[in-house]
């Protein structure tokens, strides 16, 4: 499955954005998809994660509250919705697959994806 992120950009701290991850090559019906997130001079960092079926997610100390994932599997699409954005949240966001047998997990390592999104860039200013 090849992916495509996008809905990157410039926000000032408080603001949102909504990324959009959309599937080609296969359908995400059976992967698991995770947001990870890469700032400068860090490594890149797991923030976001949903299920197959989408009834599963789980979202890292930094972003629960604030962070959405969901995803329409008709469309082919998993969306992070990202509220009250901070300074912090600055990074290269990518979107990751990994197909899995069953639905309703989520899968949070990062060693287990294997197909990835070209990321896009949020930059947030304070």
């Known amino acids: 499955v090849q992916l495509q992120a996008s809905g990157g950009g410039f926000v000032q701290a408080g603001g949102s954005l909504r990324l959009s991850c959309v599937a080609s090559?296969?359908?995400?019906?059976?992967?698991?998809i995770g947001w990870f997130r890469q700032a400068p001079g860090k490594e890149r960092e797991g923030v976001s994660f949903?299920?197959?079926?989408?009834?599963?997610?789980l979202y890292s100390d930094s972003v629960r509250g604030r962070f959405a994932v969901s995803r329409d599997n008709a469309e082919n699409a998993v969306y992070l919705q990202m509220n009250s954005l901070e300074p912090e949240d600055t990074a290269v966001y990518y979107c990751?697959?990994?197909?899995?047998?069953?639905?309703?997990?989520?899968?949070?390592?990062?060693?287990?994806?294997?197909?990835w999104g070209q990321g896009t860039q949020v930059t947030v200013s304070s």
């Open positions: 990751a697959a990994v197909a899995t047998d069953v639905n309703i997990v989520v899968v949070t390592k990062e060693e287990l994806y294997d197909s």
């Open positions: 090559g296969s359908t995400l019906t059976y992967y698991a």
């Open positions: 949903i299920s197959a079926n989408g009834g599963s997610t």
